[in-house]
């Protein structure tokens, strides 16, 4: 079987495609073949920084991903038998890029309704969830104004749908390159150039999605935010009072959101696929363009 693995921190140069036993079938476990796999930017955070994500570090040699879409080919004797040949949605945070993973815990499996696609599925990975922990944080904290960076960004676009074009204060911040393509996608939102955002004079929030400390320096000078929260950047420099927060995994929220996008309430940005063998390509791709919606790897091709 083959697998995705990085070897040391030197990047995305450093991953290799790889032969790795099959994992066996035990009585707890289930089978899946992986058929899509969402590149999301923590993948080449962690080949490059031990300490990249809020979880535990990993030890090295390991298989990159944290979850992704597959169909169920065997099912141990305690597990649900009527789980064979579904289509299901799998967490797997020791390492989703290998043919065949083995689940163990019922509530990282997710069955997919036939309407939809792999690659939504696939896109609820490392998406949805920290959006929703966002939108929380910013109900939790009443502003006159809430200015988000990276707007344009999965997370950012998912965001802005979770709280609605009407949100009072919503002010999403997006580059200029990128600007079209948020229109595209939201055509009922406002968006603005950091350049062009009026200074206001109420309590400003600024939601950080970009990850990009010269952008919160610039947006702080300008508009004296009371508060920043970020789930890109885990300090600041900024004498801002400053959060980082992060997804804890829930999977009633994944159930919620799978009837969500199947029943066209909440729309998933998608680009574009790759192999599995051009794995480093795509995540050359998702990191070295502008965000245009998730980056899949399939299995089928
Ligand atoms: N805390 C958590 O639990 C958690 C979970 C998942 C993800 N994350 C983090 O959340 C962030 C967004 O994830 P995502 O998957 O939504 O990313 P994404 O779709 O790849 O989008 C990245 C966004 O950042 C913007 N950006 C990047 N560098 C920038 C710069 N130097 N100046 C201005 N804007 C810049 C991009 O703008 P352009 O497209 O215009 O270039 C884009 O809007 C990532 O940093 C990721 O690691 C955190």
Redesign the pocket.
């Given at each position: 079987m083959l697998a995705i693995i990085q070897h040391n921190f030197t990047g995305i140069g450093g991953l290799t495609v790889s032969q790795r036993p099959q994992p066996h079938l035990t009585a707890e476990g289930v089978l899946i073949a992986m058929e899509t796999l969402p590149v999301?930017?923590?993948d080449w955070?962690k080949e490059t920084n031990l300490h990249a994500?809020?979880e535990q570090a990993a030890q090295l040699p390991r298989v990159i991903g944290i979850g992704g879409v597959g169909t169920v080919i065997a099912v141990g004797q305690h597990r649900d038998q009527q789980l064979l040949n579904q289509r299901v949605l799998v967490m797997h945070p020791q390492g989703s890029y290998q043919e065949v993973i083995c689940n163990t815990n019922p509530d990282w499996l997710f069955p997919l309704p036939d309407t939809l696609s792999n690659e939504a599925a696939a896109t609820l990975t490392?998406?949805p969830?920290?959006a929703l922990?966002l939108a929380n944080f910013i109900k939790q904290h009443p502003s006159d104004q809430i200015m988000m960076?990276?707007?344009?960004?999965?997370?950012?676009l998912i965001l802005c749908q979770l709280l609605g074009p009407a949100y009072p204060g919503l002010t999403p911040i997006?580059?200029p390159?990128?600007q079209a393509?948020f229109h595209h996608i939201l055509p009922d939102f406002p968006c603005y150039l950091a350049n062009h955002v009026k200074t206001t004079t109420g309590r400003t929030l600024l939601v950080d999605?970009?990850?990009?400390p010269?952008?919160l320096q610039q947006l702080s000078a300008t508009q004296h935010p009371a508060e920043i929260v970020?789930?890109?950047l885990q300090s600041t420099e900024l004498t801002v009072p400053f959060t980082?927060?992060?997804?804890n995994f829930d999977p009633l929220i994944y159930q919620h959101f799978i009837q969500d996008v199947t029943e066209q309430k909440l729309q998933l940005?998608i680009d574009r696929s790759f192999t599995f063998m051009d794995t480093q390509l795509a995540q050359h791709y998702?990191k070295d363009?502008?965000?245009?919606?998730?980056v899949l790897v399939d299995l089928r091709h």
């Amino acid at each position: 079987m083959l697998a995705i693995i990085q070897h040391n921190f030197t990047g995305i140069g450093g991953l290799t495609v790889s032969q790795r036993p099959q994992p066996h079938l035990t009585a707890e476990g289930v089978l899946i073949a992986m058929e899509t796999l969402p590149v999301v930017p923590s993948d080449w955070h962690k080949e490059t920084n031990l300490h990249a994500t809020a979880e535990q570090a990993a030890q090295l040699p390991r298989v990159i991903g944290i979850g992704g879409v597959g169909t169920v080919i065997a099912v141990g004797q305690h597990r649900d038998q009527q789980l064979l040949n579904q289509r299901v949605l799998v967490m797997h945070p020791q390492g989703s890029y290998q043919e065949v993973i083995c689940n163990t815990n019922p509530d990282w499996l997710f069955p997919l309704p036939d309407t939809l696609s792999n690659e939504a599925a696939a896109t609820l990975t490392a998406g949805p969830g920290t959006a929703l922990v966002l939108a929380n944080f910013i109900k939790q904290h009443p502003s006159d104004q809430i200015m988000m960076t990276g707007a344009n960004s999965v997370i950012g676009l998912i965001l802005c749908q979770l709280l609605g074009p009407a949100y009072p204060g919503l002010t999403p911040i997006v580059s200029p390159a990128s600007q079209a393509y948020f229109h595209h996608i939201l055509p009922d939102f406002p968006c603005y150039l950091a350049n062009h955002v009026k200074t206001t004079t109420g309590r400003t929030l600024l939601v950080d999605i970009a990850g990009s400390p010269r952008l919160l320096q610039q947006l702080s000078a300008t508009q004296h935010p009371a508060e920043i929260v970020s789930i890109a950047l885990q300090s600041t420099e900024l004498t801002v009072p400053f959060t980082f927060v992060h997804e804890n995994f829930d999977p009633l929220i994944y159930q919620h959101f799978i009837q969500d996008v199947t029943e066209q309430k909440l729309q998933l940005p998608i680009d574009r696929s790759f192999t599995f063998m051009d794995t480093q390509l795509a995540q050359h791709y998702a990191k070295d363009t502008h965000s245009r919606g998730r980056v899949l790897v399939d299995l089928r091709h």
